[in-house]
Structures are given as structure tokens and as C-alpha cells.
């Protein structure tokens, strides 16, 4: 059974870098698929961060781009997270996912970690 | 790149049939056969229930039916069941390497 599991810190400091990782269990990260990140704003809609393959190949929300870096660690069977210069507007609920890039969805997803972007 | 357009609010009653739309762009919905939907429970994560327009991932009930026409999708739930009672997301492939979300839609089952 294929399982996502986020952690990071729930509370990050006004312009300062807000870092999640997703550890996947029952699947190798190494055996195909992208790995995704999507986050939803308490009460608000979805929105995806970007996704990487295993050999660090990555894609990303233009809206985003500037601000954030994916990256994948094989060897822990895990990827993570960084999106610098936070606000309170990316104050969200963060969920990985499991991304199938050939028809663009999200198939399995973590329970996801709220973040706070706080001083 | 613009949300996806979703009505915020759908209902019906059990047993009835309700349709939920998805409207974009040519760019995006009208572009692609990379539609997708998903089913949301409050304080739940995401559920896929549709992929690549009408395609059913496997234990999804049948009553769960995904179509396209033009720059809109349309997610149909038919024998409505107090169950389905969710909210429910479009996603939708926009090009270069891209996708976009709807806004959501939550449906109330009367």
C-alpha cells in the first residue's frame, strides 16, 4: 500500500523559508511517476506548486516559479519542499501527491501539514 | 494562468442526478484530454475520482461520470447518496508543462 507522509515546522516567520518534506513508503520513488506538491488555503480552493521526477527533472507553477525549488533525495525514498520569502498569504494546508505526468493527476495524496505563516 | 471556473454550489436531492461544470480555455480544458476530478471530505485530502476526462480510477462508483464539450468539463453524479456530499475540483493540463485547478464546487446532497 502506497503511503505520502508530510512533515515540516507548522510555523514560519514573515520572508523567511518555508521547507516540507514527503516520505513515500510502500512504492520507490525511483520506479517512475512525478512527485507533487499542492496546497489549499484554509476555507479556499487547490493549487499546484510544482512537481519532480526521480532523476530531479522538475516542473512548476509559473506563479510560483521564482519562489520555489523541489528536490528528491532517492535514497530516503523522499522529496521535498522549499518556497522562500514566505507571506501570509501562503499560509495553507500543503499535500504531496503522487503526479502521473502523461495525463496530468494527482492519484495518491498525503493527509497533508498545515503551515502558518506567522511572527 | 486563470483558476478554472467552477459554480461554488450544487445540490439535489438523494437518488436525483447532478452535474457539475469546469469551463476554461482553449488553452486548457478545450486543449487537452487531461481533465481531472476530485472528491474532497471536510478534513479529508483530495480523492481522484476522475481522469483524463471520463476515465473512473478503480473503486470509484459508476454513478461518478466525467465529459467534455468545447472549453467545459462536467463531472455527473448520478443516484445521489447522502455520501457524495463533498466538495468537488477540476484540474485541467494548460500547456508547457502546466495545470491549473478549479475554484471548487460544494455539493449538498438535500
Known amino acids: 500500500q502506497v503511503q505520502l507522509q508530510e512533515s515540516g515546522p507548522g510555523l514560519v516567520k514573515p520572508s523567511e523559508t518555508l521547507f516540507l518534506t514527503c516520505a513515500v513508503s510502500?512504492?520507490?520513488?525511483?520506479?517512475?511517476?512525478?512527485w507533487g506538491w499542492i496546497r489549499q488555503p484554509p476555507g479556499k480552493g487547490l493549487e499546484w506548486i510544482g512537481s519532480?521526477?526521480?532523476?530531479?527533472?522538475?516542473y512548476y507553477n509559473p506563479s510560483l516559479k521564482s519562489r520555489v525549488t523541489i528536490s528528491v533525495d532517492t535514497s530516503k525514498n523522499q522529496f521535498s519542499l522549499k518556497l522562500s520569502s514566505v507571506t501570509a498569504a501562503d499560509t495553507a494546508l500543503y499535500y504531496c501527491a503522487r503526479h502521473n505526468q502523461a495525463w496530468w493527476f494527482f492519484d495518491l495524496w498525503g493527509r497533508g501539514t498545515l503551515v502558518t505563516v506567522s511572527s | 494562468q486563470s483558476a478554472l471556473t467552477q459554480p461554488p454550489s450544487a445540490s439535489g436531492s438523494p437518488g436525483q442526478s447532478v452535474t457539475i461544470s469546469c469551463t476554461g480555455t482553449?488553452?486548457?480544458?478545450?486543449?487537452?484530454?487531461?481533465v481531472s476530478w476530485y472528491q474532497q471530505h471536510p478534513g479529508n485530502a483530495p480523492k481522484l475520482m476522475i481522469y483524463?476526462?471520463?476515465k473512473r480510477p478503480s473503486g470509484v462508483p459508476d454513478r461518478f461520470s466525467g465529459s467534455k464539450s468545447g472549453n467545459t468539463a462536467s463531472l455527473t453524479v448520478s443516484g445521489l447518496q447522502a455520501e457524495d456530499e463533498a466538495d468537488y475540483y477540476c484540474?485541467?493540463?494548460?500547456?508547457?508543462?502546466?495545470?491549473?485547478f478549479g475554484g471548487g464546487t460544494k455539493l449538498t446532497v438535500l
Open positions: 510502500g512504492y520507490s520513488i525511483s520506479s517512475g511517476y512525478y
Open positions: 519532480i521526477y526521480h532523476s530531479g527533472s522538475t
Open positions: 484540474n485541467s493540463y494548460a500547456g508547457s508543462n502546466n495545470l491549473v
Open positions: 482553449s488553452s486548457d480544458v478545450g486543449g487537452y484530454n487531461y
Open positions: 483524463q476526462v471520463s
